[in-house]
Each structure stands twice: as C-alpha cells, then as structure tokens.
C-alpha cells in the first residue's frame, strides 16, 4: 500500500533480549519519526530523522534504544536488553515537509510486550 | 520548549450532544496547533491544524478548533456527536520555525452514548 508500514505488528519478547522494529515510511517523504505510546501517557518522541541531516535523538530514554534510517527510507528501532517498562507500541510517521510544517502519517504500530 | 495539557482523559458524551475536548499549550515562540484522531486499531490521522491565518480551523468529520492565543488554547468541538466519533484525540504543538517534532498530550478518550 502506500502508507506508512512496520513490522512486526506484535512482538513479544523476554526480559533481556534485544528488538527491532521495522519502519518503511511513505515513497518521497523525508522525515521520520518513532513515538513510543504508552497507556495513560499519550505519544513520547523518540527520534527523528530529516533527509541527510544528523537525526534529532533528544527523546530516546536510554543508550539502549538507537535507530538507523539507510538510503534515506526505511528505518530500524532497536532496543538492547529490554526491560518492562519498555512494554509499549511504537508509533513510526513520515511526512513530505519539515518537522513543524507538514502532515504526519502515522503506520499502526508495533506492540512490544516484555515478559 | 512546547507542552501540551489535555483536560480529561476520558470524555464521554451522547450521541448529537456537542463535543467539546480541551487543550491548553505552552510555548515561548508562536506555535503551530494540531488535532489527531485515533480509531481503534488504527494509526493516527491528521483532524485539523492551525499555522497561521483565521484563527477558527474547520477539519474533517465536522470538527473544528479555534486558537485563542490569550488562553494559550486549541479546544476542540463538534457541534453534534456521532457514533463513529468515538476515538482518542491527541493535540499536538509545535513552534512556528525550526525543525522541531511535534510535541502531543496525552490524548482524550471520546465515548459516544447511544
């Protein structure tokens, strides 16, 4: 189709392992971002990629959560060693203009759940 | 930096009854205002946004919003509530320049009563 897609839908996963998470954003847009929503706390950024500039990493909680975006498309979330607390979805969104300027198209999510 | 406040997490309305969920912001530059919906087991979409210009900003569904900067608001309403209505709204801020993401509250969960 022609939004924005990521896999896996669900995961879940144990105490300790690593994940990552999948986002293919929509063909043309140059910006990126993964939000994490958690129940009760609404949407938290996390990262945010704009075509070939340093990517805004401000929200990422801890050194255990990184992202790559290679060829300027397709992005990849991944946590090292999760923890509980990391239980959430994962909200990926793309949009054709800047940050502040331009519509958000979100995927469905990725629902993690750590065991 | 920007914030956003929802008041409410959960609103519950009946159907053809005005629907009114609140926003309050803060930022120390002029903002750009928006509204996403959220239907069960679906991303977010875009509801309206406000940039600049009129100050009343009318978006799908019969929503609308008006920025009243003097309130440092961006409530959101519908005149007559629907059924298919039932969602969770989230408004978002961000400032008017830069490159900045944008910031979303907590998100307002609307029930429609039948």
């Known amino acids: 189709g022609a939004g924005v897609s990521q896999s896996p839908s669900n995961k879940v996963t144990e105490k300790g392992k690593d994940v990552e998470l999948r986002c293919d954003p929509i063909s043309g847009h140059t910006a990126l971002y993964w939000y994490r929503q958690s129940l009760g706390q609404g949407l938290e950024f996390l990262i945010y990629f704009q075509g070939n500039s340093a990517p805004d990493k401000s929200g990422l909680p801890s050194d255990r959560f990184s992202a790559e975006r290679t060829g300027g498309s397709v992005s990849t979330l991944t946590i090292q060693r999760t923890q509980q607390e990391d239980s959430a979805v994962y909200l990926c969104?793309?949009?054709?203009?800047?940050?502040?300027?331009?519509?958000?198209?979100f995927g469905e999510g990725s629902r993690l759940t750590v065991l | 930096a920007q914030s956003v406040t929802q008041l409410g997490s959960h609103v519950s309305v009946s159907e053809g009854a005005l629907v009114l969920l609140r926003c309050n912001y803060s930022s120390s530059v002029p903002p750009y205002l928006f509204w996403y919906v959220q239907y069960p087991n679906q991303g977010l979409q875009l509801l309206l946004k406000y940039t600049t210009g009129a100050t009343l900003v009318k978006g799908i569904n019969g929503f609308e919003a008006e920025f009243k900067k003097s309130e440092t608001s961006f409530h959101l309403t519908k005149p007559s509530a629907h059924m298919s209505d039932a969602a969770e709204y989230f408004c978002a801020v961000s400032p008017n320049s830069g490159n900045t993401p944008l910031v979303f509250g907590k998100g307002t969960r609307l029930s429609v009563i039948a």
């Open positions: 969104a793309s949009s054709l203009l800047g940050a502040n300027t331009g519509e958000l198209f």
